[in-house]
């Protein structure tokens, strides 16, 4: 399993992001899809995960209301959709996949993407 983690950048607080992350495998709906960050000089933290069926998606408490995470089967993406980013945003963003079911820690996840700087800053 490869993933390509896209989309992150320089935005100004208040302002929207989406980040895109495109997976090499035959059947993407087999997996469990997330996303982490990790800030300077902090440790990596969940942020979101969906299901292979998009039925359930789970979010940290930080980002709930703010970000909304989806997929599209068809074209091996998953997605994270940020809104109203403040400056505790910025971090490295990874995604993950794992075949084992939904879960929020990062230990669970064999398979990570590269990851995609995120700057909040005016």
């Known amino acids: 399993v490869q993933l390509q983690a896209s989309g992150g950048g320089l935005v100004d607080p208040g302002g929207s992001l989406r980040l895109s992350c495109v997976a090499s495998?035959?059947?993407?709906?087999?997996?469990?899809m997330a996303w982490f960050r990790q800030a300077p000089g902090k440790e990596r933290e969940f942020v979101a995960a969906?299901?292979?069926?998009?039925?359930?998606?789970s979010y940290a408490d930080s980002v709930t209301g703010r970000f909304t995470i989806s997929r599209d089967n068809a074209d091996n993406t998953v997605f994270l959709q940020m809104n109203s980013l403040n400056p505790e945003d910025t971090a490295v963003y990874y995604c993950?996949?794992?075949?084992?079911?939904?879960?929020?820690?990062?230990?669970?996840?064999?398979?990570w993407g590269q990851g995609t700087l995120v700057t909040v800053s005016s």
């Open positions: 495998v035959r059947t993407f709906s087999d997996y469990y």
């Open positions: 993950a996949a794992t075949s084992g079911g939904l879960a929020r820690e990062a230990t669970y996840y064999p398979y």
């Open positions: 969906i299901t292979g069926t998009s039925t359930l998606r």
